[in-house]
């Protein structure tokens, strides 16, 4: 099955800052999601990366997938205290374990 | 209208009892899963069902059964709870399955368990 790990597993920012979280897998990617959970919630689905080199960009999160289909890096500039939650990377039904996010106004 | 609902959101039970946990989804979706997230947060995929059918089942222990009346639904019961089964449990739908295939996925809300 994928394996996904994500880094760091949890980031502390002031608001205003970007950031950059991190997702590599153990296999090849077809295709890779991200998404957003906010505490006691369900997961919000944020976008979904599928060719070597795609960008996506949804406000102010922008996801990557490289080349080489192994790793995704999400990017959140000019961080708000809205973006705070835990960003979790998928493919293939595994998830990676998630990146922990607070924003300190 | 929610699209993927699971009820109850919260449910606090003994342990050695028997529960369940309902999921209903209203996207037309021929997939629909069931996910545990445990304490470090950390999502683990438990089961998935296409066409009725059980097509992934990661090493869960068998007191957790899956039941799909049809393929809107997908309850989970879970036989003679133990502590370590606290954790919140997560529903999902989808379009497609298999493990080669790019598919969106449409998470409930959770519930969480806590068993005493």
């Known amino acids: 099955s994928q394996e996904l790990e994500q880094s760091p597993q949890s980031l502390i920012v002031q608001e205003g800052k970007n950031l950059t979280i991190n997702c590599t897998s153990s296999?090849?990617?077809?295709?890779l999601y991200w998404y957003k959970q906010k505490y006691g919630e369900g997961l919000i689905f944020l976008m979904m990366?599928?060719?070597?080199?795609e960008e996506k960009s949804h406000e102010k999160i922008t996801a990557k997938l490289d080349e080489k289909k192994q790793q995704s890096s999400l990017h959140i500039t000019a961080s708000q205290p809205s973006h705070a939650g835990i960003y979790l990377c998928?493919?293939?039904?595994?998830f990676g374990q998630g990146t922990e996010l607070s924003v300190k106004p | 209208d929610t699209a993927v609902s699971q009820t109850p959101k919260y449910l606090v039970t003994q342990m050695g009892n028997d529960k369940s946990i309902k999921c209903e989804q209203n996207?037309?979706?021929?997939?629909m899963y069931w996910y545990k997230q445990d304490s470090k947060k950390f999502l683990k995929i438990m089961f998935s069902?296409?066409?009725?059918?059980?097509?992934i089942n990661e090493t869960v222990p068998n007191r957790f059964s899956p039941k799909s009346p049809d393929k809107a639904h997908l309850n989970l019961h879970i036989n003679s709870l133990e502590l370590g089964d606290s954790a919140v449990y997560f529903c999902?739908?989808?379009?497609?399955?298999?493990?080669?295939?790019?598919?969106?996925?449409?998470f409930g809300s959770g519930t969480q368990l806590s068993v005493l």
């Open positions: 999902a739908s989808s379009q497609g399955g298999g493990t080669s295939t790019v598919r969106k996925l449409f």
């Open positions: 296999k090849t990617l077809y295709g």
């Open positions: 990366l599928q060719k070597g080199g």
């Open positions: 998928g493919a293939e039904g595994s």
């Open positions: 996207l037309g979706h021929d997939t």
């Open positions: 069902y296409n066409n009725k059918e059980l097509i």
